[in-house]
Structures are given as structure tokens and as C-alpha cells.
């Protein structure tokens, strides 16, 4: 089983995002990608906290012991107990890149349903939190080229932090692309009316 979301969440998103989760799981925490080296592994309470990019969100009471490596990413997994992964979103200037989100368990791994009833808790309350979404768009002319962009969750401070600037877009993680948020975007039929 392998899953993966791209995420568009301003620093306040990941503030909120990460309380909501505590309180459905209240054993959920955070943690550094880094800290697997660490004798006593540094967890943090918001996702906002964390020191690198690279994060986990990890169901607490999970052993971490018995890590094994992911040599394409050149990083390590629990093989036994609940985290996800968490590649997070990044400002840069007048472009909120997007992050990703994924985990994979093994069919054959003694905790295979913890897992997945962990990510699908943590994917329902991701979405129920990000309800905005986002197309994608011509820069220039900021019609839009492909509505929807699916597998894509984009936080409310994020839509805000868009929408208060037109030179404002989203880049999406997997691509060259850029988007807007939906709700405000016109079709480029209405668009080419309104400049006519």
C-alpha cells in the first residue's frame, strides 16, 4: 500500500493542522528527518517546529527500533509502527511550492492495519481541514488550463496568503506548473470576454 498528497499549507496551516491532529490522536507528534541518529529522538508538538523540511508525523506509542533504508531517498523508516512522511511546503518570494505527504507499508509488515488506519486518519483530517483546492494556470494570463489539480489539499491561510496578491501562485510539487485557488479563478472563456 503507497500513498501520497501534495500539500500547500503557509507556516499558520501547519500550526492548525497539527493541533487538529493531536486532538483526533492525541499520540501523534513530530519529528526531523536528522533525528533518526539521535540517541533520544526529538519530537515536537507542531509540524511548524520541526528544524528541517524533511519531516515525520509519527504515531507515538509505535517502536521505532529496526529502521531500514530507503536507498533512492537515502533516508530510513520505522519498519515497525506508524509515520509518515512529510516533505513540507515552502514560501519562496511570490511562490508557495508545495509539499508532499506520503507513506507506504509493506503487505507482509505485522503492522500493515495500524498503518493504514493511521494515514487514513491522517489523510481524512488533512482533507477536512484543506478544503480549498487549486488550478492550475497560465501565468501570464492567468486563465486556467487544467481545472482541479486532484491529489492536491491547499490550507485556508495558504488560499489567503494567494489571494491577496494576483502575482501570488502555488507550484506544485511534482512539476513545473503553477495554480491558483479555485474559487476565485474564472474559466479562460470568461476571462477572454472580460479583457475583450
Request: a positive charge.
Amino acid at each position: 500500500m503507497k500513498a501520497s498528497i501534495e500539500l500547500l499549507l503557509t507556516e499558520n496551516d501547519e500550526r492548525a493542522l497539527s493541533l487538529l491532529l493531536r486532538v483526533a490522536l492525541p499520540q501523534v507528534t513530530f519529528f526531523d528527518k536528522d533525528a533518526w541518529d539521535e540517541p533520544d529522538l526529538k519530537t515536537w508538538d507542531s509540524i511548524h517546529k520541526c528544524r528541517t523540511m524533511h519531516t515525520f508525523i509519527w504515531n507515538r506509542p509505535s517502536v521505532l527500533a529496526g529502521a531500514r533504508p530507503l536507498d533512492h531517498l537515502n533516508l530510513r523508516w520505522p519498519a515497525s509502527g506508524p509515520a509518515i512522511s512529510l516533505l513540507r511546503p515552502r514560501l519562496d518570494g511570490s511562490l508557495l511550492r508545495a509539499g508532499n505527504m506520503s507513506a507506504g507499508v509493506d503487505n507482509n509488515d505485522p503492522a500493515r492495519d495500524v498503518m493504514a488506519n493511521f494515514i487514513e486518519s491522517v489523510w481524512k483530517i488533512s482533507k477536512q481541514f484543506a478544503k480549498g483546492r487549486a488550478d492550475f494556470v497560465n501565468p501570464v494570463t492567468r486563465e486556467i488550463t487544467t481545472p482541479r489539480a486532484y491529489n492536491t489539499i491547499v490550507g485556508p491561510d495558504a488560499t489567503a496568503w494567494c489571494l491577496a496578491d494576483d502575482n501570488r501562485f502555488f507550484k506544485n510539487y511534482s512539476g513545473n506548473f503553477f495554480l491558483r485557488p479555485s474559487a476565485q479563478l474564472e474559466s479562460g472563456k470568461a476571462a477572454k470576454r472580460r479583457r475583450k
